[in-house]
T-cell receptor
Framework: AQSVAQPEDQVNVAEGNPLTVKCTYS??????LFWYVQYPNRGLQFLLK??????LVKGSYGFEAEFNKSQTSFHLKKPSALVSDSALYFCAVRDISNDKIIFGKGTRLHILP | DAGVIQSPRHEVTEMGQEVTLRCKPISGHDYLFWYRQTMMRGLELLIYFNNNVPIDDSGMPEDRFSAKMPNASFSTLKIQPSEPRDSAVYFC???????????????FGSGTRLTVV
């Protein structure tokens, strides 16, 4: 069965420092991977996706994610964190058996001023 | 487009009452999804529609839950009777495609926070 795991419930980063939010996946076949962000009292917003091609995918708000096939990881990164990046981040994978999107449990990112 | 619109934003109801949540998807999106978000279980897909037809309702927790999509611009999720364990944030989302291979993913509404007391 397809699945994603976000091993950290919460990540704290000082403003201006680089940030990483971790995600590992388990799929049969080629993975289609996604990151979403949820700000307080809002729905999820699409950040970026990996379908094929370059392992480094660039998305919205200066975020990028690195696909690593050997480590089955798709970590979300940003070179310099902003306080406004504080939010809940979800990794997701497409289940090829039924095309549904499976979301991880989410990681809460706190950027400290 | 104003995005996916959900109403109400907040709902507080007593156990045993009927609750109806509403959603207006983005015009032209063929897929509509209902999700439930809780601290314990994260984000769960309850049901999704394609061209107004329910395709997969395997995530609907019990017969107390039902969803309809009478036309391309409106869907409802109904809980009858409601129970305290139904308290959660319910999201509606819409999309052009199912697997997000093309386009920019699902568009989510702002959610309905349901509290059953």
């Amino acid at each position: 069965a397809q699945s994603v795991a976000q091993p950290e419930d919460q990540v704290n980063v000082a403003e201006g420092n680089p940030l990483t939010v971790k995600c590992t996946y388990s799929v049969s076949g080629n993975p289609y991977l996604f990151w979403y962000v949820q700000y307080p009292n809002r729905g999820l917003q699409f950040l970026l996706k990996y379908i094929t091609g370059d392992n480094l995918v660039k998305g919205s708000y200066g975020f990028e994610a690195e696909f690593n096939k050997s480590q089955t990881s798709f970590h979300l990164k940003k070179p310099s964190a902003l306080v406004s990046d504080s939010a809940l981040y979800f990794c997701a994978v497409r289940d090829i058996s039924n095309d549904k999107i499976i979301f991880g449990k989410g990681t809460r990112l706190h950027i400290l001023p | 487009d104003a995005g996916v619109i959900q109403s109400p934003r907040h709902e507080v109801t007593e156990m045993g009452q009927e609750v109806t949540l509403r959603c207006k998807p983005i015009s032209g999106h063929d897929y509509l999804f209902w999700y439930r978000q809780t601290m314990m279980r994260g984000l769960e897909l309850l049901i999704y529609f394609n061209n107004n037809v329910p395709i997969d309702d395997s995530g609907m927790p019990e017969d107390r839950f039902s969803a309809k999509m009478p036309n391309a611009s409106f869907s409802t999720l109904k809980i009858q009777p409601s129970e305290p364990r139904d308290s959660a944030v319910y999201f509606c989302a819409s999309s052009l495609v199912l697997g997000q291979v093309v386009g920019y993913g699902y568009t989510f509404g702002s959610g309905t926070r349901l509290t059953v007391v």
